[in-house]
């Protein structure tokens, strides 16, 4: 796997500008300070790897970093929303805050995993299940992209974007 696939590209190329979508619009939140680095770092991994730059040691260092960060974020908005009774653990109301958020770093998460996957392919440290780990990574991207996506169709166009205060 000497340059990612096509549809693994492509699909680095959505996330990166569903994730540079989301960090510009952190600032009006009381953490921004936690959800912009997060998103930001997510976007550049996505985007520089989306433009064929698979196997550069940062940019890896860069996903562990925001993978980690996308775990904490995650736990903490969980924790939030249980010790707050806001909108429960299996909730898909977009209309809450945590639960937007516990979707934000579940992508970022699932996205940096990805990525870092598709480096190790890159490497070639898996020989025989190359062509079957490469078709895995870029099923997963494409299935990221459709949720994402679909959730922020259903939350901007369904819901108009209406929050609850």
């Given amino acids: ?12 190329l959505l996330m990166a500008s569903l994730f540079a979508l989301s960090s510009s619009v952190q600032f009006d939140d009381p953490d921004w300070y936690f959800w912009f680095p997060l998103y930001a770092a997510a976007c550049g991994v996505n985007l520089i790897n989306g433009i064929g730059v698979l ?37 898909l109301d977009l209309k809450e805050r945590v639960v937007r958020e516990k979707f934000g770093s579940g992508f970022v998460v699932t996205s940096m995993y990805l990525q870092l996957k598709a480096a190790s392919l890159q490497k ?42």
């Avoid at 096509?6 to 699909?11: D, H, N, T």
């Avoid at 490469?134 to 974007?161: D, N, P, W």
């Fill in 1 to 12: 796997m000497a340059t990612p696939p096509k549809l693994f590209s492509l699909c680095s």
């Fill in 55 to 91: 196997s550069s040691k940062p940019i890896n260092k860069i996903a562990k970093v925001a993978q980690w960060l996308g775990v904490f974020l995650f736990f903490k908005v969980v924790v939030e929303d249980s010790v707050n009774g806001i909108a429960g653990f299996w909730s």
């Fill in 124 to 165: 070639g440290h898996v020989k025989r299940k190359e062509k079957k780990g490469t078709k895995y990574v870029e099923c997963g991207m494409a299935i990221l992209v459709v949720v994402s996506y679909g959730m922020s169709f259903v939350f901007f166009v369904l819901q108009k974007g209406e929050v609850k205060s």
